[in-house]
């Protein structure tokens, strides 16, 4: 997708967001393009899932249909969370008990995992981190599988919590914990961003009973 489509696109969902549901007509006179050019974008954006469409019945005549944000769109809108979670991670650092930290860790990791429930499937690792894989990339976190002899691997290529990660390790923990709970199996962080890697990775670990140890928990 282009650059001046996606800032189309943009601009087209801020003025839902705004407005809430309008018609065809109406976003072509707002946005001062063609009914075609509104139609079009509609379509890219309903095909993504961030705008659905109402029909509105008057008469006999065709329904007319109006357009506004999906669940999904408007949780994609503009949001200050970043500076949110960055506030909140400060307030988890300060807690003193080693205990208590990794036990809010763990609490973290899980209620994470729960907002994905059920949408990783697979009957082996290997095909559940391939699972993992395709959810992830819808939220734009660029994850390859792969392995490393005969140990499945997951590889994050890009972090999805940069500044949190630069300030404390311990969210490098929640996420490891994260995708163990989602994978259904135990996971070391074998390449961390933070030690000069090009990604983080993660491989399985079988032998190992615990899915957190201090060092990376930042305790």
């Not at 087209?12 to 075609?36: D, H």
């Not at 890219?44 to 999906?70: D, F, K, T, W």
């Not at 940069?162 to 490098?172: F, H, M, S």
């Not at 983080?200 to 060092?215: H, K, P, R, W, Y």
Request: with cysteine.
């Amino acid at each position: 997708m282009s650059t001046a489509t996606e800032t189309s696109d943009s601009q087209l969902l801020e003025l839902l967001r705004r407005r809430g549901a309008m018609s065809v007509t109406e976003l072509a006179e707002a946005t001062e393009v063609t009914a075609t050019a509104v139609r079009q974008r509609l379509t890219r954006l309903m095909a993504q899932g961030l705008i659905q469409r109402e029909a509105n019945r008057v008469g006999r005549g065709r329904p007319s249909h109006r357009y506004s944000l999906s669940a999904k769109g408007r949780k994609q809108g503009g949001t200050n969370y970043a500076d949110l979670a960055i506030m909140l991670w400060e307030q988890i650092r300060q807690v003193e008990a080693p205990e208590v930290r990794r036990g809010l860790l763990r609490r973290i990791a899980g209620a994470m995992a729960g907002m994905y429930a059920g949408q990783v499937q697979g009957a082996t690792t290997e095909a559940k981190m391939e699972s993992l894989k395709t959810l992830f990339a819808e939220r734009r976190v660029p994850i390859e599988t792969g392995r490393m002899g005969e140990t499945p691997v997951l590889t994050v290529l890009d972090c999805p919590y940069p500044e949190l990660a630069e300030k404390d390790r311990g969210i490098c923990a929640v996420e490891k914990m994260l995708f163990a709970e989602l994978l259904e199996t135990p996971l070391k962080l074998s390449q961390c961003r933070l030690e000069g890697h090009t990604c983080c990775q993660f491989e399985t670990n079988g032998n190992s009973a615990t899915l957190i140890d201090s060092a990376q928990a930042g305790v």
